[in-house]
């Protein structure tokens, strides 16, 4: 007996052997090359993270530290995990407890972090959207998926005006999550429910100078 999965399916091969898609060139013909100053490129940085409800903290680069460490006091983060590839000094302020993250630790178990600090790999300013792409300081998706707080480090070199200036920073071949502010999403009623697929909070930290 045929099951009706095996009848679309059917239907479908047939269709595509009928009528084969002709060879065409797609246009790509995005604007690139725009640039803005570092002071327009953190004004609308900040100004889209904190219209998603994130919390932007511009800073020094050599008060990193000093920054994370006042973050995660203020939200209570005692235990907070961290990828394997991390800048230890950017920790050395901090007085909780720290575990390295590796792919041996269930994703599961991430939930009873308190938090997770992270790296990015480029920014988007007019958009508000920040890129990890899996590096060494930015660890597997799930880590910054998983915990309620995610704190994330941007250097200010890496945020690009658009959208086309920042993915053509990134390496395709390399896992890629964009982040739009702290996990969010609506009902029909349009009633906003945070957390859901992601981290309740996200914490910023810009640094002006890297």
């Not at 932007?56 to 907070?80: F, Q, W, Y």
């Amino acid at each position: 007996m045929t099951t009706a999965r095996e009848t679309v399916l059917g239907r479908i091969r047939d269709a595509l052997a009928l009528a084969p898609a002709p060879d065409a060139e797609i246009p790509r013909a995005y604007r690139t090359g725009r640039t803005l100053p570092d002071a327009e490129r953190l004004a609308l940085l900040t100004d889209r993270l904190v219209d998603y409800k994130a919390k932007a903290h511009p800073c020094a680069s050599d008060r990193t530290a000093e920054v994370i460490a006042e973050i995660l006091r203020e939200r209570g983060a005692r235990v907070i995990g961290v990828p394997d590839g991390l800048d230890e000094c950017w920790l050395s302020a901090y007085d909780g407890e720290v575990r390295r993250d590796s792919a041996d630790i269930p994703a599961p178990s991430l939930d009873t972090l308190d938090g997770v600090v992270t790296a990015s790999a480029v920014s988007c300013a007019e958009t508000g959207t920040i890129f990890l792409d899996g590096s060494a300081d930015q660890g597997r998706r799930a880590l910054s998926l998983v915990p309620d707080l995610h704190v994330c480090v941007v250097d200010l070199s890496s945020v690009m005006a658009g959208v086309p200036e920042a993915v053509a920073r990134l390496v395709p071949e390399r896992p890629t999550t964009m982040i739009s502010g702290p996990s969010a999403t609506s009902d029909i009623e349009l009633e906003r429910v945070e957390g859901v697929h992601g981290p309740r909070n996200l914490v910023v930290v810009i640094r002006t100078d890297a």
